[in-house]
């Protein structure tokens, strides 16, 4: 139980900071194009808010990032698009926001019936006068003492 609740905390912030990671990448995506060379044949690259995979054949050496300025209008809808000599598919960012905020939003939600409880093992200390879990002995504060039960 208690390592059980450490992960769902751990998984609602990585969740919290994928999204707010994801949101910032999306806006700074409308000025700075972000490109990764992961080979001489192959490039990914954040644009005006979509991730881009990308062909070259401009023939280069090992791997690199670079960041130019760039503009454009947002990209809403995934693209398979021929780029004068790049093959290139786009993927809208918000196809990768919108699972990790879904997913996110579960992680807390079903976190709530956690809230009344012990903050290591989960038990329920709803009208709990002596400061510690009964279970584990964890001291509790007085502001999660007071929250309704919803269990
Ligand atoms: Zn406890």
Redesign the pocket.
Known sequence: MKRRTRKRRILKWSGVGLCVGLAAAWVVSHTYQISYWGSSKFAITLLQGALVGRTRNIASAGTAWVVEPTEGPSVWWPECVAQGKFDAIWIPMWMFLLPTALATAWFWWSDRRYRSG?V????NLTGNVSGA?P????PIDQKQRDLPSDA
């Open positions: 012990c290591d093992c989960g038990y879990c279970e584990c002995g964890t």
